[in-house]
Structures are given as C-alpha cells and as structure tokens.
C-alpha cells in the first residue's frame, strides 16, 4: 500500500519531501530564515492561544546549511528582515517561563536588542518605515495590533475590533494587512489598515474559505492560504482567485524569489509542514528543507526588501468619527429600489454583546451621514420603512477617534466608484446623526 500510494502522489505531480533536512534541488537558492516547530497551531490566535505550545526555533538556511539565528533562546518565531536586509526582528522567550516578547538582531551577528516590554505575549513583529515596527500584543485574552518606534516607547493600537487580530504583512502603499476572525464561524479573514489605526477594510467582500498568511508579491497580488489550498487577489478582480497550485496543504506566508519562484510551507494529511520551492506553472514542488517531526514554517528571504510608503495621517484631536456612506443601494447584495429606510448602528459592550448606538435615516439615494463613537467595534444594519432588517454586517469595523471617512457603500467593492452628484443627506444638512449612544452632540467635526 505504502508504493502504491507514493506512486499516486509522484504521478499527481506532488514532490516528496526527504525527512532530513533536504537541502534545495537548484543551485543559486537565495538565503533565507524559517521556523521549526514540533507543534504549529496556526489558527491558536484567533482565541489567544498558542501557536508553538511546544516551543520553535528561528533558523538561517546559509548556503544549504543552517544555524539557529539565537542560539541561547529558549523559543523564537516570527521572523522579519529589514529594509536593508541587515537585521530581523523576531518573537523570542529568554526561558520557557517568559512570555514572548519582540527583539532585534543583526544577521551579521552581536546582541539581541528588546524591543518590548509586554506584560503578556507580543508576537509576529513587521517593521514599518520611520524606524517603526507593528506587532501583535495580546491584551484581556485577544490579540491587538500595536505600532511603536524601534527605540521603544509608548505602543499605538491599530485594532479596535471584538476579536483577535494578528500582522500578515505590510503592503507596499504603507497598509498593515492582518488577518482576523470573521463573523459568527471565527473564521480568518485577510484586512487591510493604515499604520494609525484608520482605514480599516476588508480586503475583498466575497468572504469565502479561511484565509491566513496572506502576503504581497512584486506585481502587487496578494497570495494567501485559502482552506486546504492557495488563493490570489488581483487588482483586476473583485473576489478570490484559485492558485492552480500542487495538491497538499498550504499555510500561506509565501517568500517570492526575484526569479518568481515562492518558498512555501506544504503538507499532505496530518503529516509535518515541510519548505517547498515551486514555480507558477510547474506541476510539482521541489524540496527545500524537511525535518523529520517538525513543521517547517514562516519562511523569509535575506536581502534588502522595498520600503513601503509612509501614511500621513489624517486624524483630528476628537473623540467620535464621521462616517458619510454615498449610496447604500451600491452593494453586492441586490436592494430593491425605495428599500431601505434608516440605518442603526451597534457597538459591543464589555461582555461581548451588542448594544444598540441609535438610528439615522437613509436618503432616497441611498446616502446616509453618521457620527460615531472612536475607537469602539461598530456594525451597521440597514432597515426598511417598517423597522424589518434588509441586511445587517456579519463582522464588524471601527473608526479611530478623529477620523472622517467617505464609503461608496455597502459592500461596493474597491472596483466602484462613486457617482459624480453630492448626495441628498449633505443637502439636508452637514451635521452628521448622532450615532455615539450619549443621546446629545458629541464634540467633532463636520
């Protein structure tokens, strides 16, 4: 049974891993930095948990051997180089007791800098522009993302939704893009933010399997794992795409080779995750490193990396945000014309549960004009002129304090834009609806 089996997985086109440490089938591979683990939870985040209960170790893959990049540490992950390519920042615990904290290390060698001082777990640490990095601290039992300068200080968060949120990447426009538990399955889904918090989106609304590990290739995609295989957005599409990739088990975090081959995590069944080369197009994968009884992770490659934009930002010395929605009827769901009535707003309470903001009315064009409460989970629903709900969010957003922010509409995609008319709600008046759950005008701006 055991030939017969390999012989499907070798007509399938699937590469089978050697169980110790494989080195690569091409010559020229560039350096790169992984992480090994006996145990790997990777969707643990979502309810604060581990994703190494075990323990992992980052190594440097150096011409086809490898070390430890911190040979004294009791646990590392996590890693990310740096613009220049000359030192990685990482998650690291000193002893098994300590919780994970962020450090910094040159790949040249010499001592470990801390970064953070949590009083939980900080893990899965980026760096951002302007000697700055964004990482995930674990507060109240769920994890927000957080920015601080290199030399330390006092962290901004970035999140302020219900549930955990955990660093993916940082985009080459300057947005964090995180992965977050979507709607009542707590499933992952892939969200794009500005580094002060505002602008918080999903990255594409058809909300489909599970997707993690999302990271950006040179031609601006977004590649992503996507249930049991690999998914792609483009900008020319509004939904996912499938990545015609091998047969197995993907978890995502792909490292793009400027020769277009992707260093990736692979497995079949329940067995370990194993590093794989593969090239776009190619029918089989080729073995980079196995390790019998471990899985092989977060792959990273050494060099200079592009420095993303820096995001100036917007944001006023407030305490709500004004939120301006164009046309409601622009959507992927189908309204029917005259449908919608007024718009309510909830927020969550400390317990988790939602508790009603107010209701505003919805313009005959669908444009609606609200002030909300900075800083708080909000999810919107849409009604009908008899009070019945037409449509109400799954998940939920958020607007930092001080932000003022224009949405085409409800659900329109990034391919939509708006109409060149000013909507009815501004004709009305420019004061926005009181949406903040205090019954009276908050201090803001219109």
């Not at 505002?198 to 909300?207: K, P």
């Not at 064009?365 to 002129?385: N, Y």
């Not at 019945?388 to 939920?396: A, L």
Request: glycine share 12%; charged share 20%.
């Amino acid at each position: 049974m055991r030939q017969v089996a390999i012989a499907l997985l070798v007509l399938a086109g699937i590469a089978l891993v050697p169980r110790e440490h494989a080195m690569p089938s091409r010559l020229n591979t560039p350096d790169f930095l992984y992480t090994a683990a006996n145990h790997y939870e990777p969707l643990a985040w979502i309810k604060g948990g581990e994703r190494f209960p075990a323990g992992a170790t980052v190594f440097v893959n150096d011409g086809g051997t490898r070390h430890a990049l911190v040979s004294s540490f009791a646990a590392s992950a996590d890693a990310a180089v740096s613009f220049n390519g000359k030192n990685v920042l990482f998650a690291g615990k000193r002893t098994p007791q300590d919780h994970w904290q962020i450090w910094e290390i040159a790949l040249a060698g010499g001592d470990r800098r801390r970064i953070t001082n949590c009083a939980d777990d900080c893990v899965r640490p980026f760096y951002l522009p302007g000697e700055r990095i964004v990482y995930a601290e674990k507060l109240g039992g769920r994890y927000v993302i957080q920015t601080a300068d290199l030399a330390g200080g006092k962290p901004l968060s970035l999140t302020y939704g219900s549930g955990s949120s955990l660093p993916a990447d940082v985009l080459r426009d300057g947005r964090v893009l995180f992965q977050a538990a979507f709607g009542e399955t707590q499933s992952p889904e892939l969200y794009t933010v500005y580094s002060d918090g505002s602008g918080v989106e999903s990255y594409r609304c058809d909300h489909g399997k599970a997707r993690q590990g999302g990271r950006q290739l040179g031609s601006g995609d977004i590649v992503f794992a996507s249930g049991r295989g690999l998914g792609r957005f483009t900008s020319a599409l509004a939904k996912e795409i499938p990545v015609g990739a091998p047969q197995g088990e993907y978890a995502g975090d792909i490292a793009e080779t400027q020769a277009g081959d992707w260093l990736l995590p692979w497995r079949t069944g329940r067995g370990e995750y194993q590093l794989m080369w593969w090239k776009p197009g190619e029918i089989a994968l080729r073995a980079a490193v196995g390790e019998k009884g471990a899985n092989l992770v977060q792959p990273v490659l050494i060099g200079e990396q592009v420095v993303p934009k820096r995001h100036p930002s917007g944001l006023h010395d407030w305490q709500t945000g004004n939120l301006l929605c164009l046309n409601a009827y622009t959507s992927k769901y189908k309204f029917a014309p005259a449908s919608l009535h007024s718009v309510r707003l909830y927020t969550r309470d400390d317990d988790g549960k939602a508790r009603l903001l107010g209701t505003a009315p919805v313009e005959a064009d669908g444009s609606f004009f609200v002030q909300v409460p900075g800083d708080k989970p909000l999810q919107i629903e849409l009604l009908d002129s008899s009070g019945k709900t037409v449509k109400r969010e799954s998940g939920w957003f958020w607007m930092r304090k001080g932000e003022q922010r224009v949405c085409v509409g409800c659900h329109a995609g990034p391919e939509t834009s708006p109409e060149n008319a000013v909507p009815m709600i501004l004709q009305k008046s420019t004061t926005p609806a009181d949406m903040t759950g205090a019954g009276q005008p908050t201090v803001g701006g219109h």
